[in-house]
């Protein structure tokens, strides 16, 4: 192997003359690198056609032949004075009857959005809007496509769609106060929904969540955009061992005009991290979770009394993830599950009192999602890591448990699937770490029918601009745990030379970063430091996913020991390399990398020469409730996991180049944390490096901000490890 990667390099080196330049212009001014997407895609119910989003028009094709049927919705030729003709997303009814347009759409947090809703009849060939007096929150056809429901200022709200009645649900929204039918912060970050109603499947009662955050302490950030005094933005975010809110959920019955609560318990220091409803109209299921996440209980709520049963209970010693791979089957009496209760994340046939009727997959492997079941032809259909963590395949297995699990997949590397209603079909999302996405249809077996959207253009900027290939490799740390890793090396790769080497890392419980898929604009920026003379390598420490739950939930109670000890060994294995410098070896990571790249300059300063961290924690302390006490309980009850893994603790430490990083805007991971570990860094007598953003959220965005951030990053890496 060692000698096929010679030559091949070799190989490589004879063209690395010819190759292009790649510039950060190009990446994050020109964006010359973006992959082409299939935005909008949306199966039709003859389950032969689909459409998808092509500007401002919502068109319409063939599945199998790729034939353009027509333009269903054209947004500027019903612009009018009330919409502007731009399409933000779309909706179909459940019969396809209406479409439900939004536009003027503009974010709040990292998934809520508030924005202008309107409806297009295509009988009648009119358009509509949903609330006319401003812009609303997720608005949502019922299921007979008739209403729309809505929130509006904290509110709950539907609209009658033949009579035009708008009706007001709750009246007793506030902000920062109360909410309805939306989620408070912290449920949006770390739960992962924004939406907080749903319809019963008859179209007669909507089931929503009231937030009362009335004592969750406020936060407050500062805006500064050219005015006399700056602007300031106050919001509630609970902060470890703070109160939460107390949320309860409700039932509004449209018939009878009357909202009945539902009994999840007399204590309110809990999670409702999910609803769903059944298939019984009158039956809603509810999530209720303990605060330490390590017990997790299905209800089973009667909607005309409120009154709630037991259907199953989930507990760990460690904690539980919440997922949406709840599904109920048609004949009332069953649902499908997953769960990691036998150390892997596999997928289970309940019956409605919890009791496993037949585990449908087993394996030292995980199931990575779940796309739904055909109960016509008895199959199941999900992703997994079946092959190795470092994979996706696209997966499927009976449902009465005969015959083994069949993998839909030709290709190695990330698929991910989007079905069609009736599962005949389903469009397939391959990547390799080396190789854009590939959209392409497939039928039930897998059989590939034809390519929606190949990206040639990139792979052939690709060769153009001699991008050098990405390998994996692993190796033994002294604790005897095997560690995945990929590498970037120069075209021109020399092994008599000794490279400075660039180690990029997230590192976060769960998370994965060393796997055979599309790493996006980022991987541009590897391959320009590549082409600059530098190695990039990226290693997964303890913690990450794809490996089991006892690997990725050995890190309980000290986030961040273990994956800094891993990192640290991971740069010694490198350094141990023949062709790596020891002296010039640098790490960086945002957010959770942030941290951890904070982490490994500190304790890790005999080998660490440099790190970069963007929007990084740097004291579990400062961060949110359902987060940091999922992984490590309060600072109370885990006093020394919060004293020896927060790095404003280590300060002291610092010998290397350190940059620190911040958009001051940021509502997930405070500008508070940096500001804070530039007073520890101070108190220390350190000299660090550091960059500010006003007014820029987590994602450090807008105009030339990418490009000016990544210059920073650029150079200081150039002038701290040399080119």
């Given at each position: 192997?060692?000698?096929?990667?010679?030559?091949?390099?070799?190989?490589?080196?004879?063209?690395a003359?010819?190759?292009?330049?790649?510039?950060?212009?190009?990446?994050?001014?020109?964006y010359?690198?973006?992959?082409?997407?299939v935005?909008g895609?949306?199966?039709?119910?003859?389950?032969?056609s689909?459409?998808?989003?092509?500007g401002d028009?919502?068109v319409?094709?063939?599945?199998?032949r790729g034939?353009?049927l027509?333009?269903?919705?054209?947004?500027?030729?019903a612009a009018?004075?009330?919409?502007n003709?731009q399409?933000?997303?779309y909706?179909?009814?459940?019969?396809?009857?209406k479409?439900?347009?939004?536009?003027?759409?503009?974010s709040?947090?990292?998934?809520?959005?508030?924005?202008?809703?309107?409806?297009?009849d295509?009988?009648?060939?009119?358009?509509?809007?949903?609330?006319?007096?401003g812009?609303?929150?997720?608005?949502?056809f019922s299921?007979?496509g008739?209403?729309?429901?809505f929130?509006y200022?904290?509110?709950?709200?539907?609209?009658?769609?033949?009579?035009?009645?708008?009706?007001?649900?709750?009246?007793?929204?506030?902000?920062?106060?109360?909410?309805n039918?939306a989620?408070?912060?912290?449920?949006?970050?770390?739960?992962?929904?924004?939406?907080a109603?749903?319809?019963s499947?008859?179209?007669?009662?909507?089931?929503?969540y009231?937030?009362?955050e009335?004592?969750?302490?406020?936060?407050?950030?500062?805006?500064?955009?050219?005015?006399?005094y700056?602007?300031?933005?106050?919001?509630?975010?609970?902060?470890?061992?703070q109160?939460?809110?107390?949320?309860?959920?409700?039932?509004y019955?449209?018939?009878?005009?009357?909202?009945?609560?539902?009994?999840?318990g007399?204590?309110?220091?809990?999670?409702?991290p999910?609803?769903k409803?059944?298939?019984?109209?009158?039956l809603?299921?509810?999530?209720?979770m303990?605060?330490?996440?390590n017990?997790?209980?299905?209800?089973?709520?009667?909607?005309?009394t409120g009154k709630?049963?037991?259907?199953?209970?989930?507990?760990?010693?460690w904690?539980?993830?919440?997922h949406?791979?709840?599904?109920?089957?048609?004949?009332?009496?069953?649902f499908?599950?997953?769960?990691?209760r036998?150390g892997?994340?596999?997928?289970?046939?309940c019956?409605?009192?919890?009791q496993?009727?037949?585990?449908?997959?087993?394996?030292?492997?995980?199931?990575?999602?779940?796309?739904?079941v055909?109960e016509?032809n008895?199959?199941?259909?999900?992703q997994?890591?079946?092959?190795s963590?470092?994979?996706?395949?696209v997966?499927?297995?009976?449902?009465?448990g005969?015959?083994?699990?069949?993998?839909?997949?030709?290709?190695?590397?990330?698929?991910?699937?989007?079905?069609?209603s009736?599962?005949?079909y389903?469009?397939?999302?391959?990547?390799?770490?080396?190789?854009?996405?590939?959209?392409?249809?497939?039928?039930?077996?897998?059989?590939?029918?034809?390519?929606?959207?190949?990206?040639?253009?990139?792979?052939?900027k690709?060769l153009?601009?001699?991008?050098?290939?990405?390998?994996?490799?692993?190796?033994?740390?002294?604790?005897?745990?095997?560690?995945n890793?990929?590498?970037?090396?120069?075209?021109?790769?020399?092994?008599?030379?000794?490279?400075?080497?660039?180690?990029?890392?997230?590192g976060g419980?769960?998370s994965?970063?060393?796997?055979?898929?599309?790493k996006?604009q980022?991987?541009?920026?590897f391959?320009?430091l590549v082409?600059?003379?530098?190695?990039?390598?990226?290693?997964?420490?303890?913690g990450?996913?794809?490996?089991?739950?006892?690997f990725k939930?050995?890190?309980?109670?000290?986030l961040?020991?273990?994956e800094?000890?891993?990192?640290?060994e991971?740069?010694?294995?490198?350094?141990?390399l023949?062709w790596?410098?020891?002296?010039?070896?640098?790490?960086?990571?945002?957010?959770?990398?942030?941290?951890?790249?904070s982490l490994?300059i500190?304790k890790?300063n005999?080998?660490?020469?440099?790190?970069?961290?963007?929007?990084?924690?740097?004291?579990?302390?400062?961060?949110?409730?359902?987060?940091?006490e999922?992984y490590m309980?309060?600072?109370?009850?885990?006093?020394?996991?919060y004293?020896?893994?927060?790095?404003?603790n280590?300060?002291?430490?610092?010998?290397?180049?350190?940059?620190?990083?911040?958009?001051?805007?940021?509502?997930?991971v405070?500008f508070?944390h940096?500001?804070?570990?530039?007073?520890?860094?101070?108190?220390?007598?350190k000299q660090?490096d550091t960059?500010?953003?006003?007014?820029?959220?987590?994602?450090?965005y807008?105009?030339?901000?990418?490009?000016?951030l990544?210059?920073?990053?650029?150079?200081?890496?150039?002038?701290a490890?040399?080119?």
């Amino acid at each position: 192997m060692q000698r096929q990667l010679t030559l091949l390099f070799a190989l490589l080196a004879s063209i690395a003359l010819a190759q292009r330049p790649i510039t950060l212009e190009k990446i994050w001014a020109d964006y010359e690198f973006i992959p082409e997407y299939v935005s909008g895609f949306n199966f039709l119910n003859d389950g032969q056609s689909y459409t998808r989003l092509e500007g401002d028009k919502v068109v319409k094709y063939d599945l199998l032949r790729g034939r353009r049927l027509g333009v269903v919705f054209d947004g500027a030729r019903a612009a009018n004075d009330e919409y502007n003709g731009q399409i933000h997303n779309y909706a179909f009814s459940a019969d396809e009857r209406k479409l439900l347009i939004s536009t003027e759409t503009e974010s709040i947090y990292r998934h809520s959005t508030r924005a202008r809703y309107f409806v297009w009849d295509f009988e009648t060939q009119t358009l509509t809007p949903v609330f006319p007096k401003g812009k609303i929150r997720y608005a949502t056809f019922s299921p007979q496509g008739d209403k729309v429901a809505f929130v509006y200022q904290n509110n709950l709200y539907y609209k009658d769609l033949s009579s035009g009645e708008v009706v007001q649900i709750t009246h007793d929204g506030k902000r920062n106060e109360i909410i309805n039918g939306a989620t408070d912060w912290v449920y949006e970050e770390e739960f992962s929904f924004a939406r907080a109603f749903q319809w019963s499947p008859d179209g007669q009662r909507i089931a929503f969540y009231r937030f009362d955050e009335r004592r969750v302490p406020e936060f407050t950030m500062t805006n500064y955009k050219g005015g006399l005094y700056p602007e300031y933005v106050t919001f509630k975010y609970p902060k470890v061992g703070q109160p939460n809110s107390i949320v309860t959920i409700h039932v509004y019955h449209l018939d009878r005009k009357m909202t009945r609560q539902i009994a999840t318990g007399d204590d309110t220091d809990i999670y409702i991290p999910r609803i769903k409803w059944t298939r019984d109209p009158y039956l809603l299921c509810v999530f209720r979770m303990n605060r330490h996440q390590n017990e997790l209980e299905l209800l089973l709520a009667e909607t005309t009394t409120g009154k709630t049963t037991l259907m199953m209970k989930e507990t760990s010693k460690w904690y539980i993830d919440i997922h949406d791979n709840l599904t109920f089957l048609s004949d009332g009496r069953h649902f499908l599950w997953t769960s990691e209760r036998d150390g892997f994340n596999h997928i289970y046939l309940c019956d409605m009192g919890g009791q496993v009727v037949r585990q449908l997959t087993k394996g030292p492997w995980e199931v990575t999602d779940f796309y739904g079941v055909d109960e016509a032809n008895g199959m199941v259909y999900f992703q997994a890591a079946i092959d190795s963590p470092l994979e996706r395949k696209v997966c499927a297995v009976r449902l009465d448990g005969k015959g083994r699990v069949k993998k839909l997949n030709r290709l190695d590397g990330w698929n991910s699937a989007q079905f069609s209603s009736t599962f005949d079909y389903f469009v397939n999302t391959h990547s390799s770490i080396n190789n854009p996405p590939v959209y392409t249809v497939c039928d039930r077996k897998g059989r590939e029918l034809r390519v929606i959207e190949g990206n040639i253009a990139l792979r052939d900027k690709q060769l153009a601009y001699g991008v050098a290939p990405v390998t994996f490799f692993d190796f033994t740390t002294s604790e005897g745990v095997t560690l995945n890793g990929w590498m970037i090396r120069p075209l021109d790769f020399d092994e008599t030379k000794q490279y400075p080497v660039l180690m990029y890392v997230y590192g976060g419980p769960g998370s994965q970063q060393v796997t055979d898929a599309w790493k996006g604009q980022n991987y541009w920026w590897f391959q320009m430091l590549v082409q600059k003379g530098f190695i990039v390598a990226c290693v997964d420490n303890r913690g990450t996913g794809g490996r089991g739950e006892a690997f990725k939930k050995m890190t309980y109670m000290k986030l961040g020991h273990y994956e800094t000890i891993d990192q640290i060994e991971a740069a010694r294995y490198l350094s141990s390399l023949p062709w790596v410098d020891a002296d010039r070896i640098g790490i960086f990571g945002w957010s959770y990398g942030g941290y951890m790249s904070s982490l490994c300059i500190l304790k890790g300063n005999d080998v660490f020469k440099a790190a970069i961290a963007v929007a990084p924690v740097t004291n579990w302390k400062w961060y949110d409730t359902i987060y940091t006490e999922r992984y490590m309980r309060t600072a109370a009850e885990n006093p020394e996991g919060y004293e020896q893994n927060s790095p404003v603790n280590f300060a002291d430490r610092l010998k290397g180049r350190y940059l620190i990083i911040h958009g001051m805007g940021d509502d997930n991971v405070h500008f508070q944390h940096t500001a804070e570990m530039v007073n520890a860094l101070i108190a220390a007598n350190k000299q660090f490096d550091t960059y500010f953003y006003p007014n820029r959220n987590h994602g450090i965005y807008g105009g030339p901000t990418r490009l000016h951030l990544y210059t920073k990053m650029t150079n200081f890496l150039f002038d701290a490890l040399g080119e």
